[in-house]
Structures are given as C-alpha cells and as structure tokens.
C-alpha cells in the first residue's frame, strides 16, 4: 500500500491546514503521526474502519480526523494551530483490527513520506 500526503505547509498561529492522504488500496485502520526535530514519533490521530476515531490530548478539541472510503483518502483539519504543532505529518495505515485506533507507530504497516507543517507564532 502507497500513502501519500498533501496540504502541509507554514501558518501562523491560530491559523488552520487541512492534510490529505490517498492510499493506493483500502485499509481498515489510519492515523496520523508527527514529528518534530530532536523528539521522538507521536500519534497524532486515529481512525477505524466504523469511524471511531481517538486523539492525543494535546490536540484533542482542535484538529479531527476523518476518512472517505470510496476514495481511499485520510484527512486531518487542523484548527487553532500552535507554535508547538510544527512537525513532519505521517500518514500511516494498517488491516490489524486488534489495534485499531491504535496511537502506537508500531501498530501501522505503511507509511507515508510525510508533510512538513509549520507554525510561527
């Protein structure tokens, strides 16, 4: 499975960016990951094939997670944007149903070559 993602780029604070990500073929399970220089991957966001979907605190309230399955196409709304969120995105995918929702890199098979987002306060 190919992931690509799209619509990263700089912002001011309290700005918004909305990114996309077209897989190859359907998956049950994607998320979202970032990260920043010198830290480590963090889960971003996740969603289940029922749309169930789960965040990290320290976006929770600010950006959502969605998926439209007859394209095969993660987004990610980002609203409220902070300083504190400028990082590569990753768009990751897998078909394990027993993690699904997962925050966890290691849940996810495929990956994509990441979206850089910035945000200047």
């Known amino acids: 499975v190919q992931l690509v993602e799209s619509g990263g780029g700089s912002v001011q604070a309290g700005g918004s960016l909305r990114l996309s990500c077209v897989a190859s073929?359907?998956?049950?399970?994607y998320a979202w990951f970032r990260q920043a220089p010198g830290k480590e991957r963090e889960g971003v966001a996740a969603i289940r094939s029922n749309g169930g979907t789960s965040y990290a605190s320290s976006v929770e309230g600010r950006f959502t997670v969605s998926r439209e399955n007859t394209k095969n196409t993660l987004y990610l709304q980002m609203n409220s944007l902070k300083s504190e969120d400028t990082a590569v995105y990753y768009c990751?995918?897998?078909?394990?149903?027993?993690?699904?929702?997962?925050?966890?890199?290691?849940?996810?098979?495929?990956w994509g070559q990441g979206t850089q987002v910035t945000v200047s306060s």
């Open positions: 073929k359907y998956t049950h399970m």
């Open positions: 990751a995918a897998g078909n394990s149903g027993a993690l699904s929702g997962s925050l966890t890199p290691g849940a996810y098979t495929y």
